[in-house]
């Protein structure tokens, strides 16, 4: 069954080109009002817009994929979660927060190595993914490497105070 919804899914998605979430035009403002905001508030409020675009990978198909990965990951299932995402981040290379998604649940099933490496490419694609820079510290501070941990911290509170 996974294997059929997977096939169908990519069949689908050669029909509709992608669009990336990372560029869209909207970002460079509310970047800019995230870094001059003074309260939690209304930080909170353009973070969930920034989360929002991201989330939008311009295809149906994509955007339940990822629920549905969300969802098995919510119910422990996260063989699941896993297949599901493999087959986005195959399907969308250039999807950055189908990279991020992956990564999270990679950390939490403790393949950090496999996790730092989705988290990179996600960055490569959007440089102000301020969530893999969190990821990417506490990763870093776990394996004791208390340098780059801060320096990941750093960058993401620049992006995200």
């Known amino acids: 069954m996974r294997l059929l919804m997977a096939a169908l899914a990519i069949a689908t998605l050669a029909l509709f080109p992608a669009r990336a979430d990372h560029n869209d035009p909207r970002l460079a403002r509310l970047f800019a009002q995230l870094g001059a905001v003074r ?5 909170a409020a353009l973070e969930g817009q920034i989360m929002a675009i991201w989330t939008r990978s311009g295809s149906d198909t994509v955007d339940v994929l990822i629920d549905r990965a969300q969802t098995a990951v919510a119910a422990q299932d996260f063989a699941t979660a896993k297949t599901l995402l493999d087959v986005i981040v195959e399907m969308r290379p250039g999807y950055a927060q189908a990279w991020f998604r992956r990564a999270e649940l990679l950390a939490a099933m403790d393949s950090q190595q496999e996790a730092a490496a989705d988290l990179e490419k996600a ?39």
Not at 127 to 148: E, N, Q, T, Y
């Open 39 to 43: 309260t939690a508030p209304e930080a």
């Open 123 to 161: 960055l490569e694609l959007e440089p102000r993914h301020f969530g893999a820079l969190v990821i990417i510290g506490r990763i870093a501070d776990a394996a004791g490497d208390k340098r780059a941990a801060l320096a990941a911290f750093r960058r993401a509170v620049a992006l995200n105070p």
